[in-house]
């Protein structure tokens, strides 16, 4: 059988990816090569990525059923939602993490309430490009479950993006890692429910990138307040490369 081929196409966190595929590529030959595409839109009145989604599409129409296209579509949401403090400080109840503190001095939002909100956001647009990589496309699909948040919060104001300063991160400060922690999980429930309605495989976190408690290991932390870094990259090159060789490989 011929070895697969695996694609991806993703917004800001597969820059790491992108970054392990070249430090790859400067050690020789790979047994089996990744193709990485940031998918080109205007941000900020520049024009940023590197292919056209509609061109992605064009690539994949080819592709036969054992080949592997990955998703690595948006992921930024639980940060945009729950990065900074809001001025009325929030937690909830997340049945993923029911060890989590419950901050009782915060206002308590229901769990229904945050997943609703979720799950309208991440349908109308990263569902969308989803649903349209499933009809063009006879190759498996897995959409990539972003990383985990940082736990380092003097990491994140020290290294915030500039649309953190803009929401008011210096002002405001950083919300309690407790309640980034479960804004993340609750995001992963979700893709994984939307994810089975797409017809597509979540592919979650490498188990080795995450603490005890759950947060990105510090090692993994890319230079700013929420993205990866390429060693984060290579540990999911491995898992994709294994599930495109084995697809049980996520079945445990």
């Known amino acids: 059988m ?7 196409l993703g917004d800001s966190h597969i820059d790491a990816i992108k970054r392990a595929i070249h430090f790859e590529a400067q050690s020789g030959p790979v047994t089996l090569p990744v193709q990485g595409f940031r998918m080109a839109k205007l941000k900020n ?6 292919l056209a989604f509609d061109a992605f599409l064009d690539r994949i129409g080819s592709l036969a ?17 729950g990065l900074v403090q809001h001025p009325i400080g929030f937690d909830f109840e997340a049945p993923e993490r029911p060890d989590l503190p419950l901050l009782q001095a915060h206002e308590q939002i229901p769990y229904r309430v945050l997943w609703d909100q ?24 897995v959409h990539l479950a972003p990383p985990a948040p940082k736990e380092d919060a003097d990491h994140i104001l020290r290294r915030h993006e500039l649309d953190f300063t803009k ?28 994810c089975t309605e797409w017809q597509v495989q979540l ?8 603490t005890a408690d ?25 898992c994709l490369r294994r599930y495109a060789t084995s697809p049980e490989y996520l079945q445990g």
């Open 167 to 194: 929401a008011g991160i210096l002002e405001r400060g950083v919300t309690a890692a407790s309640v980034r922690l479960k804004l993340w999980r609750l995001q992963i429930s979700v893709l994984q429910q939307l």
């Open 118 to 141: 979720f799950e309208s956001g991440l349908r109308g647009r990263d569902g969308a490009h989803i649903e349209r990589l499933r009809a063009h496309t006879l190759a498996r699909i």
């Open 45 to 50: 009145e520049a024009l940023i990525g590197d």
């Open 65 to 81: 059923a054992n080949d592997l296209v990955v998703s690595a579509i948006g992921g930024n949401q639980h940060s945009v939602f």
């Open 2 to 8: 011929t070895a697969p081929q695996i694609l991806i």
């Open 214 to 238: 759950g947060y990105l290991k510090p090692e993994y932390y890319a230079e700013d307040a929420t993205h990866a870094n390429p060693a984060y990259g290579a540990l999911v090159l491995e």
């Open 203 to 210: 592919m979650p976190v490498p188990a080795a990138s995450l």
